[in-house]
């Protein structure tokens, strides 16, 4: 089943992979109010504090956002997608979470460990939204794959339209 990743409009996802951003050390300042703390290290290890492996997983959702049927570019982004049955079977995947809560700017959030199996593919509701940002700024289901080398490798995605 695929799974759909959405990465900055200038990345290197076709050359090095979809990279968790354990190591992408410019994206660990986007936790640092979270973890109290600007040193790489910690952020790190409060990043694996709510759960094990959060570090080196990347987020995903079932589907596209949409807007009035056409795909959502997140902040001007690109959007991959992945076959995480693929994944699991090249024995890439550690485990896999979802995120059951988010609220009040990511300092309360909650995770559910899940097998693939779990994954509820039904289709996310989007008629309640009018903008963009309005479709970027809400919490729709999504999951975090955790990778055993913290990134999936190109030859496993595929750059959706």
Known sequence: MKLYHYTPKENSC???GILSVSLLPECLS????RAKSENPDLIIKWLDSTFFGR?????????????????????????FSFDINTLINDNLVESIYQ?????????????KKIEADEIDYSPLDFSPYKTEEEITNVFFRHYFVVLKNGYIPPQYLTKEK
Do not use: Q, W
């Open 30 to 33: 986007h936790y640092a109010s």
């Open 55 to 79: 570090s080196r997983s990347v987020a995903c959702f079932t589907e596209p956002l949409m807007l009035n049927g056409k795909i959502v570019a997140v902040d001007d982004g690109c959007l």
């Open 14 to 16: 076709l050359e090095k």
């Open 99 to 111: 995120k059951t809560k988010s609220g009040n700017g990511g300092y309360i959030e909650e995770f």
